[in-house]
T-cell receptor
Framework: DAKTTQPNSMESNEEEPVHLPCNHS???????IHWYRQLPSQGPEYVIH???SNVNNRMASLAIAEDRKSSTLILHRATLRDAAVYYC????????????FGQGTRLTINP | DGGITQSPKYLFRKEGQNVTLSCEQN?????MYWYRQDPGQGLRLIYY???????QKGDIAEGYSVSREKKESFPLTVTSAQKNPTAFYLC???????????FGPGTRLLVL
């Protein structure tokens, strides 16, 4: 399984943008980049995913480097409810059936 | 409302006892998954099923068993062979085995 590297923790202020980085230098051409987040004592929640182009949805934006060796999850205006552990996961479009979770980034939002 | 339900929320197991965790989904999803999460760690895959009456071992299947007799249900049994069962157990499903996974609220298993 291709590996991702994320900072252990990050801190931001409410109503400010947050940029969560992820390195995946061994990504293959068929790997999609998925982001999930997990609030305390809850199951993970899908946030966004992409392959090559930047992606936007109602929760966040995903910026993917041109060489695909890194990506950034962008929360445009953080709220206290965005405090969670964010996981960056590589998932093969074909064949792989599992999500390989690392330790993720624990995001703290200050009021 | 459509979703994934897990029960119970908390479960206590005595030494040498088998316990079964329930997972039900009404999303009409084909694939279902069981993960285990230890404190401060990411999730690890125990078992998954792509279709009824078929399932595959994940990375940490030893001491666990599953069944998939119905599309909606994927119960996990933690057997006495699992020597360190205390963890947070999460069930997930996806519309196809390759797509986004949707997670249930989890069951926290504690050993007495």
């Amino acid at each position: 399984d291709a590996k991702t590297t994320q900072p252990n923790s990050m801190e931001s202020n409410e109503e400010e943008p947050v940029h969560l980085p992820c390195n995946h230098s061994t990504i293959s051409g068929t790997d999609y980049i998925h982001w999930y987040r997990q609030l305390p004592s809850q199951g993970p929640e899908y946030v966004i995913h992409g392959l090559t182009s930047n992606v936007n949805n109602r929760m966040a934006s995903l910026a993917i480097a041109e060489d695909r060796k890194s990506s950034t999850l962008i929360l445009h205006r953080a709220t206290l409810r965005d405090a969670a552990v964010y996981y960056c996961i590589l998932k093969q479009r074909q064949g792989a059936q599992k999500l390989v979770f690392g330790q993720g980034t624990r995001l703290t939002i200050n009021p | 409302d459509g979703g994934i339900t897990q029960s119970p929320k908390y479960l206590f197991r005595k030494e040498g006892q088998n316990v079964t965790l329930s997972c039900e989904q009404n999303l009409n999803h084909d694939a279902m998954y069981w993960y285990r999460q230890d404190p401060g760690q990411g999730l690890r895959l125990i078992y998954y099923s792509q279709i009824v009456n078929d399932f595959q071992k994940g990375d940490i299947a030893e001491g666990y068993s599953v069944s998939r007799e119905k599309k909606e249900s994927f119960p996990l049994t933690v057997t006495s062979a699992q020597k360190n069962p205390t963890a947070f157990y999460l069930c997930a499903s996806s519309i196809q085995s390759l797509e986004t996974q949707y997670f249930g609220p989890g069951t926290r298993l504690l050993v007495l």
